[in-house]
């Protein structure tokens, strides 16, 4: 969602604030602001549109002080312009304050604001009320009047805020949305997330919910609410800002489908012994824990959901657990039955997304424990859960996942079995067989990247199509869903995907001849029945293109054309397909001119609700 930057040092904090913020534009945003304190005197720029905008605004400028505090926005409550962009001023013009996530009680705040303390509001956001409030409560200390400020205020949100009167320091505070800080050589610093510390440092302090921070040029201090100063060790991050950048590919996101087979190697190679035999010395569960698991709840949000579909089917194939896998944000609300005795499984990249972390939490509550693969490390998700199994994706930075979906797979395809070999549900012999087939994905992975020409042809033949839809059988439907929310959101073609078998029961009334399919059909035993299924779908004239494995004959006779994986196993397929679809999703939206890796109107984490 938003992004946030701050810097207090002793160079430029344009260049510092700016700088963080690029790093940040993955998060996708739609204007950017910045504050800077000079001289008793705020410093204010904003834009609409991109942060080139700003940059060419304030370039020319002497605009630029040592402290400030700056801003992307991903609108929630009012249009992306000039006016709500942040930072947000209180009324007397001496605070500053930007802030991610949103503020449910706004209205209420803002009505008593206007008529009981006569405040002229200048935007239409949520975020200004904060200002607004923090500006009615300075007595001469802004850590004072932002506590109490925070008491008023309800929902999920992280802010960072600056004042005239005190020009050496940031004051920032988070609940529920993602803050993080760190000391370097050229200062303190703060922001939302760590690509945009990582030039700098990659040491970095985690901030807890409830915690305010300041920052000033040789200091970063935390406090609890009762203003307790907390003594926090920094969090060293494995990955540097090489990761983060993208290193000549012309899109994050197809350096990140390339990335692939080598974080998938390094995903396996952590959970795998000498002999080759799983060692989850990570996954903390005694035996009798596992034992005692009697059903599992999978929860996470879009594509992350995807993955806990197909875990689903190991679950339950190699551990012998009933399986249900919820959206998060149906899950927290449902009053889902949980006890001691149920596993809930959160799948989430980022760690921070709101309706996953309020789920986890909602489990808690009702007894259950918590299991979560996730990519960021000590991301709230990752710190509140019982056990975490981190994939080793390293950042993700386009918007479209598809490095991290890939590697949460491999860590369901290793917990179903570590699972299974615990309750004896799966012998060792199954278990090596697939551990087997598991170490040859990065290489089929390769050879379907090695096929991106072919790929490039059908994205050629087809990226004018306004109606492309999926469909599959067994895992083949979860990697249909997934192919198609990657279309999607990054070509913005009409697309659904569906149980073949459901097909007939309603959803075959829509085929007409400018219709594509992609049928998936790589589950043998379901193999007959696809075809059934794609035969229907012919006789009703529409196009489809087969996605299939290696040597099979058969397809090619009845899909009007076909894309062949590497042979392999089943249960490996779908970690195999999803490439040739992210490619093929990639080069169509390339073709129709999109914004690849900031899809119009998406963000990377959704820290909001
Ligand atoms: C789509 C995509 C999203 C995320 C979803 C959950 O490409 O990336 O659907 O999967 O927003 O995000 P995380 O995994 O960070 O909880």
């Given at each position: 969602?938003?992004?946030?930057?701050?810097?207090?040092?002793?160079?430029?904090?344009?260049?510092?604030?700016?700088?963080?913020?690029?790093?940040?534009?993955?998060?996708?945003?739609?204007?950017?602001?910045?504050?800077?304190?000079?001289?008793?005197?705020?410093?204010?720029?904003?834009?609409?549109?991109?942060?080139?905008?700003?940059?060419?605004?304030?370039?020319?400028?002497?605009?630029?002080?040592?402290?400030?505090?700056?801003?992307?926005?991903?609108?929630?409550?009012?249009?992306?312009?000039?006016?709500?962009?942040?930072?947000?001023?209180?009324?007397?013009?001496?605070?500053?304050?930007?802030?991610?996530?949103?503020?449910?009680?706004?209205?209420?705040?803002?009505?008593?604001?206007?008529?009981?303390?006569?405040?002229?509001?200048?935007?239409?956001?949520?975020?200004?009320?904060?200002?607004?409030?923090?500006?009615?409560?300075?007595?001469?200390?802004?850590?004072?009047?932002?506590?109490?400020?925070?008491?008023?205020?309800?929902?999920?949100?992280?802010?960072?805020?600056?004042?005239?009167?005190?020009?050496?320091?940031?004051?920032?505070?988070?609940?529920?949305?993602?803050?993080?800080?760190?000391?370097?050589?050229?200062?303190?610093?703060?922001?939302?997330?760590?690509?945009?510390?990582?030039?700098?440092?990659?040491?970095?302090?985690?901030?807890?919910?409830g915690e305010i921070v300041v920052v000033t040029r040789d200091a970063v201090q935390i406090f609890d609410e009762e203003m307790t100063r907390m003594h926090r060790?920094?969090?060293?991050?494995?990955?540097?800002?090489?990761?983060?950048?993208?290193?000549?590919?012309?899109?994050?996101?197809?350096?990140?489908?390339?990335?692939?087979?080598?974080?998938?190697?390094?995903?396996?190679?952590?959970?795998?012994?000498?002999?080759?035999?799983?060692?989850?010395?990570?996954?903390?569960?005694?035996?009798?824990?596992?034992?005692?698991?009697?059903?599992?709840?999978?929860?996470?949000c879009g594509t992350a959901n995807h993955a806990g579909r197909v875990g689903k089917q190991l679950l339950e194939r190699y551990a012998g657990i009933p399986v249900?896998?919820?959206?998060?944000?149906?899950?927290?609300?449902?009053?889902?039955?949980?006890?001691?005795?149920?596993?809930?499984?959160?799948?989430?990249?980022?760690?921070?997304?709101?309706?996953?972390?309020?789920?986890?939490?909602?489990?808690?509550?009702?007894?259950?424990?918590?299991?979560?693969?996730?990519?960021?490390?000590?991301?709230?998700?990752?710190?509140?859960?019982?056990?975490?199994?981190?994939?080793?994706?390293?950042?993700?930075?386009?918007?479209?996942?598809?490095?991290?979906?890939?590697?949460?797979?491999?860590?369901?395809?290793?917990?179903?079995?570590?699972?299974?070999?615990?309750?004896?549900?799966?012998?060792?012999?199954?278990?090596?067989?697939?551990?087997?087939?598991?170490?040859?994905?990065?290489?089929?992975?390769?050879?379907?990247?090695?096929?991106?020409?072919?790929?490039?042809?059908?994205?050629?033949?087809?990226?004018?199509?306004?109606?492309?839809?999926?469909?599959?059988?067994?895992?083949?439907?979860?990697?249909?869903?997934?192919?198609?929310?990657?279309?999607?959101?990054?070509?913005?073609?009409?697309?659904?995907?569906?149980?073949?078998?459901?097909?007939?029961?309603?959803?075959?009334?829509?085929?007409?001849?400018?219709?594509?399919?992609?049928?998936?059909?790589?589950?043998?035993?379901?193999?007959?029945?696809?075809?059934?299924?794609?035969?229907?779908?012919?006789?009703?004239?529409?196009?489809?293109?087969?996605?299939?494995?290696?040597?099979?004959?058969?397809?090619?006779?009845?899909?009007?054309?076909?894309?062949?994986?590497?042979?392999?196993?089943?249960?490996?397929?779908?970690?195999?397909?999803?490439?040739?679809?992210?490619?093929?999703?990639?080069?169509?939206?390339?073709?129709?001119?999109?914004?690849?890796?900031?899809?119009?109107?998406?963000?990377?984490?959704?820290?909001?609700?």
């Amino acid at each position: 969602m938003c992004g946030i930057v701050g810097y207090a040092g002793s160079g430029s904090a344009k260049k510092m604030i700016l700088s963080g913020l690029k790093s940040l534009e993955y998060r996708g945003y739609d204007s950017a602001g910045i504050a800077l304190v000079r001289r008793g005197k705020l410093l204010v720029r904003k834009e609409s549109g991109k942060l080139e905008a700003l940059e060419a605004k304030v370039g020319s400028e002497s605009f630029d002080a040592s402290i400030g505090i700056g801003h992307t926005r991903w609108a929630t409550h009012g249009a992306p312009t000039r006016e709500n962009a942040h930072p947000h001023l209180s009324q007397d013009g001496r605070i500053a304050v930007v802030h991610n996530g949103i503020i449910e009680n706004y209205m209420e705040l803002k009505q008593d604001l206007i008529e009981n303390h006569g405040v002229l509001f200048l935007s239409e956001t949520d975020s200004e009320v904060i200002a607004q409030l923090i500006g009615l409560y300075y007595e001469g200390d802004l850590v004072a009047a932002i506590r109490r400020a925070v008491k008023e205020l309800r929902g999920a949100y992280a802010i960072a805020a600056v004042c005239t009167e005190e020009p050496e320091r940031i004051v920032a505070f988070r609940r529920d949305a993602p803050m993080i800080a760190a000391l370097c050589e050229e200062g303190g610093l703060i922001a939302s997330d760590i690509p945009a510390l990582l030039k700098y440092t990659r040491d970095i302090y985690l901030i807890e919910n409830g915690e305010i921070v300041v920052v000033t040029r040789d200091a970063v201090q935390i406090f609890d609410e009762e203003m307790t100063r907390m003594h926090r060790t920094r969090t060293h991050i494995a990955w540097d800002i090489a990761a983060a950048e993208k290193r000549g590919y012309e899109h994050f996101m197809m350096k990140e489908i390339c990335e692939q087979p080598g974080v998938i190697r390094e995903t396996l190679l952590q959970r795998l012994d000498d002999k080759g035999e799983l060692a989850l010395d990570d996954l903390a569960f005694t035996k009798a824990e596992i034992g005692a698991i009697e059903h599992v709840y999978i929860v996470a949000c879009g594509t992350a959901n995807h993955a806990g579909r197909v875990g689903k089917q190991l679950l339950e194939r190699y551990a012998g657990i009933p399986v249900e896998v919820e959206l998060s944000s149906e899950f927290r609300y449902r009053n889902p039955i949980v006890n001691g005795r149920t596993l809930v499984l959160c799948i989430s990249q980022s760690g921070e997304t709101s309706d996953t972390l309020e789920a986890l939490r909602e489990a808690k509550k009702r007894g259950a424990r918590v299991l979560s693969i996730v990519n960021v490390e000590g991301s709230s998700v990752a710190r509140e859960s019982d056990f975490v199994f981190y994939t080793s994706a390293g950042p993700e930075i386009a918007v479209a996942s598809t490095k991290a979906y890939t590697t949460q797979l491999v860590s369901l395809y290793l917990i179903a079995l570590h699972f299974g070999r615990i309750r004896g549900t799966v012998t060792r012999a199954e278990s090596g067989r697939l551990i087997q087939e598991l170490k040859r994905a990065p290489e089929m992975i390769e050879a379907v990247i090695g096929k991106e020409a072919e790929i490039k042809a059908f994205a050629k033949k087809h990226y004018k199509k306004e109606k492309i839809y999926y469909v599959g059988r067994g895992s083949d439907v979860a990697s249909a869903e997934e192919a198609s929310l990657k279309l999607k959101e990054i070509s913005y073609i009409n697309s659904f995907a569906i149980a073949a078998g459901e097909l007939k029961h309603g959803t075959i009334a829509l085929i007409t001849r400018d219709v594509l399919f992609f049928a998936l059909a790589t589950q043998s035993y379901l193999y007959d029945k696809m075809l059934s299924n794609i035969e229907e779908m012919k006789a009703r004239q529409a196009q489809i293109i087969a996605v299939a494995k290696e040597g099979d004959m058969r397809i090619a006779e009845a899909a009007d054309e076909v894309f062949f994986i590497p042979d392999c196993a089943d249960e490996i397929a779908p970690i195999v397909e999803i490439v040739f679809f992210q490619l093929f999703a990639y080069h169509v939206a390339k073709l129709r001119g999109r914004d690849i890796d900031q899809p119009r109107n998406l963000a990377k984490s959704v820290t909001v609700e």
